[in-house]
């Protein structure tokens, strides 16, 4: 019977089959995806084939080919990868101004390994309500207009206060959706939220990974009232593992992307080249400077520290 996957915990995977039942299946074991050795081959969103064994618990079979997927490396050093989910509509970036600041060198990151995944991406900025000076609240109004003119949905809410939620709640309605973004930002909050029941705990910052550690986290599908699902990874770092060729950066912003048509010369790194539009958009203001820095950046990063990106 087909299912969708909506819990995996490593040795068990839950599936909710076709006709609403709730099935706890064992896993074969470790397959290999592209070869990658992979921990988890079956994923949170995961359309699977669900055999029966006769008594016995029932074993995920096939796994339907996937739209998109997001995976990481289990841990730094390892060459083993997770899958963290599947079948995205989208990726949320729960990200704040204040208590904590969320750097654009983070948001962009995560924007462009979206843009790789080929994962739509949104942005929520949480804690609006303690945006409490003119400047503080004009300065979220740029970065809300800077990334919509690029064309990222941007929302503004504050899950203590409950503005702004149901504008949220309209942007997942009926969508499979990724919650991500660093710790405190407010997504168990934002959960609690839109899901009541869920009562996923606040604050609850202990969960620190103690440093060296293999600290194994599994996502989890949580269905909305209105229709849809967010997946809740608890351990989120679940973007940022991506190792960009350094030719393919630009293609992951998307208005430098576009302006680069223009270049002189076709192999144009937007570094120092003469005739750059890229260069030149910066200057006269089309791309934004913290844009710009955040592709410096990821251009930046050593090679040789890195592994390729596994897909
Ligand atoms: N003032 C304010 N605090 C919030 C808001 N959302 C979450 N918090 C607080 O921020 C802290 C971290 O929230 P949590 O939901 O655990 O963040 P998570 O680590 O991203 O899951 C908690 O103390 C929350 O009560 C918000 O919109 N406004
Ligand atoms: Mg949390
Ligand atoms: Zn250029």
């Known amino acids: ?94 990200a704040t101004i204040v208590h904590p600041e969320t750097s654009t060198t983070f948001i962009d990151r995560f924007l462009a390994t979206a843009e790789a995944y080929q994962v739509p991406a949104v942005l929520a900025f949480n804690k609006i309500d303690l945006l409490v000076t003119e400047e503080i609240r004009e300065y979220l109004n740029e970065l809300k207009s800077m990334y919509e003119r690029i064309g990222y949905p941007v929302v503004t809410l504050s899950a203590a206060t409950g503005e702004g939620a149901d504008t949220l709640r309209q942007l997942l309605a009926g969508k499979m959706s990724l919650l991500s973004g660093n710790s405190g930002v407010g997504k168990s909050s934002i959960i609690n939220l839109l899901v009541p029941e869920a009562h996923v705990r606040v604050g609850d910052v202990s969960q620190t990974h103690h440093k060296g550690m293999h600290t194994t986290t599994f996502s989890e599908l949580l269905d909305l009232p209105g229709g849809g699902a967010i997946i809740d990874t608890p351990g989120v770092k679940a973007f940022g593992t991506i190792d960009f060729e350094r030719a393919e950066v630009a293609h992951y912003f998307p208005e430098i992307f576009r302006i680069s048509s223009d270049c002189r010369f076709n192999n144009c790194t937007h570094t120092h080249e003469p005739g750059c539009a890229v260069l030149a958009a910066v200057e006269n203001g089309d791309i934004a400077i913290s844009r710009y820095t955040s592709y410096l950046s990821i251009l930046d990063e050593d090679p040789n520290n890195k592994y390729r990106k596994p897909f």
């Open 1 to 94: 019977m087909k299912g969708l996957v909506i819990k995996n915990t490593g040795s068990w995977v839950t599936v909710r089959l076709e006709d609403g039942e709730t099935v706890n299946c064992k896993m074969r074991g470790v397959l290999r995806l592209k070869g990658m050795r992979c921990t988890n081959p079956v994923a949170v969103g995961d359309q699977v084939q669900v055999e029966d064994k006769g008594g016995d618990a029932p074993v995920v079979g096939a796994i339907e080919p996937r739209k998109n997927y997001i995976i990481r490396r289990s841990s730094n050093l390892s060459k083993e990868f997770q899958i963290i989910a599947a079948n995205l509509d989208q990726a949320i970036l729960v």
